[in-house]
Each structure stands twice: as structure tokens, then as C-alpha cells.
């Protein structure tokens, strides 16, 4: 408790007082630390001030000579989507007052990618590209109006801006009425559908009560419409049908209530209903008669009904034919004959609430040339009844945290549609887990024949660099780590680790696979850099570079530089993060694999400095400088079993293995040191090795000596003094 208020003082003291008396503030709104640090020209070009931040929002008008012109705001204040570092992204908007984007400034993060791999501009033109976006059309389109401009390597910062910008612009202009947006209603979670509610028999006294709701439109009142419209042509093209002719009578009940189902559906058809939705949907019948019909040509098309659609605040429901079924006979007593009946489902993930109202949008068309169309709307408005409604006592007393259920559950909503937009990959990194593990498990007859085994290393070592590394961009580094421990330390959140699916899976294999094999799971097989580094040296020498043996006494002291980048990383992001990520740059995974070498000079000839010393020393980086690796080598001692099979003679007198360990991780004494072992199998292909494992050899030699293996089972000879001595020998080896 006292560290943090320390820090808090520390903060305030470093943000300071603003110059500006009028933006001087004792509320804690991420808006009143920054607005002194952004030139208001900056943000929007011609304005040159800012007002003082409002009580009611963290909001502060945008002014130009005095005349305010928009308002700004920080996206944190309304939003609490966190980046990949597991921290806020705080992103100044301003907005005018018709709810369009005036400007966009990117002012604080903790995102590594954007500190030190993405250049500025690219961020600051990616964060523009957001001047005009019109918020009231992306509240009509849930969010989705827009283009989302994606930056290579940095997908899931992106996303979390986008997030901010569009989430946080929404509820500012509902709250200030900006571009005539209401203010968002908040749910009424005291209410929910009383299920032993019963609805009346009469068609004509449901519609008398509100059960169901009614839109009727003559051919005079659409007439009257279209004339009112800008388009002459349209007026031109007026219906000749008298004006009393009836357009369209189109009403709505939802039938998804039980009792209102059953009073118009009748109990086969209610019981039916039932058993097409699944647990959280909801259904409406619309019927209607008329010239006009409520399904439009779409549906014929392609089962996209495009002249209705159900809106409810934000959320928008277009109906599909998956989603549709006829109605046969209605029940209730004096329903009128209609040319249409229909069902609708709406799906539970919509949002949709069967107890606030509704409208549902019709959308007619009038030809005005031989291929052109005006259009206009007409709603039918619909509220669930109080009769069919109940108070719900756990709901009730839910309702203080609703408005961080709410943020909650829209941050789940972003993770969830990463992880759907990464199916692919997710899937293949799946199957590579999936054939690692059974290599791992059945190691002996993945072993078995050494020139498999070496195209099987060279091929998946392959699809870890093309396609984690260079395509999903999925480098584990030691800033995940220090992430981590920042989150764990202060307010942890699995939201901001599970933004990055394949990075998550990742960490989730590497923490599994440290129980079992140690650090080499993901060392020697899944990480890009380290595929990158063997593949260069297999080539260099099929190129003939010689390779260097560095002896085992500085060898061995060399290990440790590693262990102490690691250590001194560690201990800087104690003190700061931002200063720890900094130095994390003696990782060369972002300009190699995350950048793909587009980055500045210094940084490309320090990644070709540590790939050409790997052409002389294999993994020269793996071994002696990786803080990733150290990081993964603390534990290694810790994993349940002992995998690698080793014979007695290893290490004395036979040093086969420890001559070709790739890594040098097998003493002169034969132990393999798990802290240093990347589990690439070598080893294991030499334990089986006809013709360089010495154990092995004598092993083949005594038993050609003895003869066939077929003559031991021999009846007649089995007992021979020299056939006994083999086997015992055998069995001693």
C-alpha cells in the first residue's frame, strides 16, 4: 500500500501542475495527466487550446480562437483494454460535434514492438487514418464500419488501439449526444422473462395490450415519403394504387416468451420453437400482408433478408435463412389472414435483451431508373409487456458491478474474436505440438535411422521459421517474462495474455514442457532465431566453413554471460519497464523474425554479426548470450524425468556424443547438463549409431563373432559353452 502511494506521488510530481490554470484538476482521469503534455494543434490542425475538463466525463473541449470546435479525450478513461505489455494503450481522440473524428495522438504505451521494432511514423499514420471515421455509423454497424488497417508484427497492439478508439468514441458521444446519439441505456438487470406468464387467446387483445405490436402503411403514406425525399425522381415514380390501398400491415410478437408462443404458435408448433433454440436465443414472428413483402429479393438470392432488420442500441440483427422458419396456422382466436408468417432467431452472442425495447426496420425500395433504387425506412417499435416480465433477486443485487461486467465482458469479446481470426494458425501450431510431443514420447524409433531423423529436424525446424517465425510472427521473448511478473505483481489479468493466441499457446507448451523435457522443447524446436541459426549453419557447412571448436575450459565460462543479461534485464524492469524492454534489444528476435530485417542499419548488422558468428559456432547466440534462454534454463532442473539413454562408457572412455553435441551441453565426463541442452536428439540417433557409437559396434562385432542369431535358437547347439558366454557378455554390455 505504501509503495503505491508512493508511486502515485512519485506520478503526480512527474506530471506536474498543467500551465493552463483552466486545465488544472484534482479528479484522477487519465485525460488530466496528459492534455498539458499534447499541443492541441498537434491533435487537430487550427486548433490552439484546450478547455477545462468537465465534473460529469473526463472530457475537455477542443478550441480554435476561442470557439470550441470538438472535444477530446483519452480512450483509458472509458476503456480498459490492455496491450501485449499488459498495460493501457492511452490514445487522445478528438471528435466534433456530428460524432466524427477530428484527430487521433498516440500519447503513452508500454508496447514493446511500437518502442523499439515499428518505426513512429508508421504507428502515427496507422493512428490518423482515423481523422473522418463517423462514430454514429459505427454504432450502427457494431463497430465494423470502418477499415482496420493492420500493421505487420504488431497485430494485437492494433487491435487494442482500434478497440479503444471505436468503444471509447462510442460511449463519449452517447454521453455528450454528439451527432444526435442518445445516452446508452443501461440494462435493467432486475428483470427478466417470467416463464409462467400466460398471454391471452384473442389476436385482437394482444394487440390491445402490446403483446403484439403493429406497423401499418397505406400507399398515400409511402407516396408521402418518397415525395419528401431529395431525389425528384422518386416523387416521379409515385404507386398508382388508390392511397388507402394497404402497403403493407406488418406485426411482431416475441414468441420466444413462453406464454406468448404457445397463444400464437399453438403447443406442437411452441414445442417445436423450443427445441430449434438453443439456451440464450430469442425468436420473434413477423408476419404481414400486402403489395409489399417484408423478405425482399435477397432472401430468394441467397437467404439474406435485406428489407428487415432488428436493431436494439447497438446491436444490429440481420436475419439469414439458417435463422428463419415458416409459420403454418396461427391459433389465436380472430387472427387476420396473412400472406407472410414467419420465425426469426436471434442468436444469444447478438446481445440482444428480450426485456428492453426494440425496433424492427423495414427498408423499402422505389425504382427510379432502370438499374438505381432510392430507398427509405419505417420502424416497428416493440417493448416485452410488464405482464410478461419478473424481477430477479440475484440479478438485482448483481447491478453495482454491471458496468465492469460490462467492460469485462467486452474485452473477452476482442480476445475472442483474435482467436477466431487466428484459426489457422492456431490449428497448425497445434499440429506441431501435437508431432513434437510424439517425437519426444517415442524418441528410440524417431531415433532409429539417423538420415530420417536429420531431414525430420531440417523440415519442422523449417516450418518453425517460415511459418511461426516469418508468417504468425509467434517469437517467444524475455519480455513476455517481465511482463508477466509485472502483471503478477500489480493487477493481473489473463485479458492481456490472451491477446496473442499463438504466443499464449506457446507459453502454456513451454511451462508443460519444463516439467518433462526442460528448456528444449521450445529451444531446440520452436523458436524461429534458434531455426534460423541451425538452418544458416547446416548450410554454411555444406558450403565448407569450417567450424570452430572453442575448448571446453572457455566454453564453459562462457556460458554464464547469458545467465547475467537475464539477471540485469530483471533487475531493470524492476525499476523500469520501458528502460528494461529498451535493453531487451540484445535479443535479435524482433528485427529477424518479427521485422523481417526491415529496420535500421545498426540494428540488421548486429542480427548478420550474431548469424555469420553461428556459421562457425552452431546457435552462437543460443549459447552464450540468449537472457530467453537463461530465463528457460532456471528451471530445466526441475523437470520428472530423464529422458536421454545413456551407456556406461559415456564419457569414459567414449566422447563420441560430446564431440558432436551441437551445443557443447555434454561434459568431457559424459553428463548432459539440462541447463544447456536444447534436446535436439543427437545424441539419442548416436545411442542407436551402427557405425559411430562404439558401444554399439562392439556390441554388433561380438555377436557376428558368435554367429547368426538364427544358430542361438537352435535346439541342438543352444547349450554350447560359447553361445552362453556371448549372451552373458552381451547382457553385461
Not at 435477397?298 to 435485406?306: A, E, H, L, S, T
Not at 545498426?602 to 534462454?629: D, H, Q, T
Amino acid at each position: 500500500m505504501l509503495l503505491r502511494l508512493f508511486a502515485a506521488v512519485v506520478l503526480a510530481i512527474l506530471v506536474g501542475i498543467p500551465a493552463n490554470p483552466a486545465l488544472a484538476q484534482t479528479d484522477k482521469s487519465v485525460l488530466s495527466q496528459f492534455i498539458s503534455k499534447v499541443a492541441p494543434g498537434d491533435l487537430v490542425e487550427g486548433s490552439d487550446a484546450f478547455g477545462p475538463i468537465r465534473d460529469d466525463v473526463p472530457v475537455a473541449p477542443l478550441l480554435q480562437r476561442g470557439v470550441e470546435i470538438g472535444h477530446v479525450f483519452i480512450t483509458s478513461d472509458f476503456v480498459g483494454t490492455t496491450g501485449y505489455s499488459g498495460k493501457p494503450i492511452h490514445t487522445m481522440v478528438a471528435v466534433d460535434k456530428d460524432a466524427r473524428v477530428l484527430g487521433v495522438e498516440l500519447v503513452k504505451h508500454s508496447e514493446p514492438i511500437v518502442l523499439i521494432g515499428i518505426p513512429d511514423s508508421k504507428i502515427k499514420a496507422m493512428v490518423h487514418g482515423y481523422r473522418g471515421v463517423d462514430l454514429v455509423a459505427e454504432a450502427k454497424a457494431r463497430g465494423s464500419a470502418h477499415d482496420l488497417n493492420i500493421i505487420s508484427g504488431a497485430t494485437v497492439t492494433i487491435m487494442v488501439i482500434d478497440d479503444g478508439i471505436i468503444r471509447a468514441g462510442l460511449k463519449v458521444a452517447r454521453a455528450l449526444g454528439l451527432g444526435g446519439m442518445e445516452a446508452e441505456v443501461k440494462a435493467d438487470h432486475s428483470f427478466e422473462i417470467d416463464p409462467e406468464a400466460t398471454a391471452p387467446a384473442s389476436w385482437m387483445t394482444m394487440e390491445g395490450d402490446g403483446t403484439i405490436r403493429r406497423l401499418s402503411l397505406d400507399v398515400g403514406q409511402v407516396n408521402a415519403a418518397f415525395a419528401a425525399m431529395d431525389d425528384p425522381r422518386a416523387a416521379k415514380r409515385a404507386l398508382k394504387e388508390p392511397p388507402e390501398t394497404t402497403f403493407i400491415d406488418m406485426q411482431t410478437a416475441l414468441v420466444s416468451v413462453p406464454g406468448i408462443g404457445l397463444a400464437i404458435l399453438g403447443e406442437a408448433e411452441n414445442a417445436n420453437l423450443r427445441d430449434w433454440l438453443e439456451p440464450g436465443d430469442e425468436a420473434i414472428a413477423i408476419v404481414g400482408r400486402g403489395l409489399y413483402s417484408f423478405k425482399g429479393s435477397g432472401y430468394v438470392r441467397g437467404g439474406i433478408f435485406d428489407r428487415i432488420v432488428l436493431i436494439q442500441d447497438d446491436v444490429t440483427v440481420r436475419f439469414r435463412d439458417r435463422g428463419h422458419r415458416r409459420i403454418g396456422d396461427i391459433v389465436a382466436e380472430g387472427a387476420p389472414e396473412f400472406t407472410e408468417r414467419d420465425l426469426f432467431k436471434i442468436p444469444a452472442d447478438s446481445g440482444f435483451d428480450p426485456t428492453r425495447p426494440f425496433r424492427i426496420q423495414l427498408l423499402v425500395h422505389r425504382e427510379v431508373a432502370a438499374i438505381e433504387k432510392v430507398f427509405t425506412t419505417f420502424d416497428l417499435g416493440y417493448q416485452l409487456p410488464p405482464q410478461y416480465q419478473r424481477k430477479s433477486a440475484a440479478a438485482a443485487a448483481s447491478e453495482p458491478s454491471a458496468a465492469p461486467q460490462a467492460e469485462e465482458d467486452a474485452q473477452s469479446a476482442l480476445w475472442k474474436r483474435i482467436w477466431q481470426d487466428k484459426t489457422p494458425e492456431i490449428i497448425g501450431l497445434l499440429a506441431m505440438l501435437g508431432v513434437l510431443t510424439l517425437v519426444f514420447f517415442f524418441q528410440h524409433f524417431a531415433t532409429r535411422s539417423a538420415r530420417f531423423y536429420f531431414w525430420f529436424r531440417m523440415s519442422f525446424l523449417t516450418v518453425t521459421l517460415v511459418f511461426l517465425g516469418f508468417y504468425a510472427n509467434a517469437q517467444l521473448s524475455v519480455v513476455n517474462l517481465m511482463a508477466l511478473f509485472g502483471a503478477l505483481v500489480t493487477d493481473f489479468s489473463w485479458q492481456a495474455f490472451l491477446l496473442d493466441p499463438l504466443t499464449f499457446i506457446l507459453w502454456f507448451a513451454v511451462a508443460t514442457a519444463l516439467l518433462f523435457w526442460g528448456r528444449g522443447a521450445y529451444c531446440g524446436w520452436l523458436c524461429p532465431f534458434g531455426a534460423l541459426q541451425e538452418l544458416t549453419n547446416r548450410i554454411g557447412r555444406a558450403l565448407h566453413i569450417p567450424q570452430i571448436e572453442l575448448p571446453w575450459g572457455l566454453h564453459e565460462r562462457l556460458w554464464p554471460i547469458k545467465y547475467m543479461i537475464f539477471l540485469g534485464l530483471f533487475g531493470t524492469s524492476l525499476y523500469s519497464i520501458e528502460q528494461a524492454e529498451h535493453l531487451a534489444e540484445v535479443e535479435p528476435f524482433k528485427t529477424a523474425i518479427i521485422l523481417k530485417f526491415m529496420r535500421a542499419w545498426p540494428f540488421v548488422a548486429y542480427v548478420i554479426a550474431l548469424l555469420v558468428a553461428g556459421l562457425f559456432v552452431e546457435r552462437f547466440f543460443c549459447r552464450y548470450l540468449c537472457p530467453l534462454g537463461a530465463a528457460l534454463a532456471i528451471p530445466a532442473r526441475l523437470r520428472m524425468f530423464d529422458w536421454l539413454k545413456r551407456y556406461h562408457e559415456c564419457g569414459n572412455p567414449c566422447q563420441t556424443c560430446a564431440n558432436e553435441c551441437p551445443v557443447d551441453a555434454i561434459h568431457p565426463t559424459g553428463e548432459i547438463n539440462p541447463n544447456e541442452c536444447i534436446n535436439c536428439l543427437h545424441c539419442q540417433v548416436l545411442y542407436q549409431s551402427e557405425a559411430k557409437c562404439p558401444v554399439v559396434i562392439k556390441k554388433m562385432k561380438r555377436r557376428a563373432r558368435v554367429g547368426s542369431p538364427d544358430a542361438a535358437l537352435n535346439p541342438q547347439i543352444s547349450n554350447h559353452p560359447n553361445l552362453k558366454n556371448s549372451r552373458k557378455e552381451l547382457q553385461d554390455v
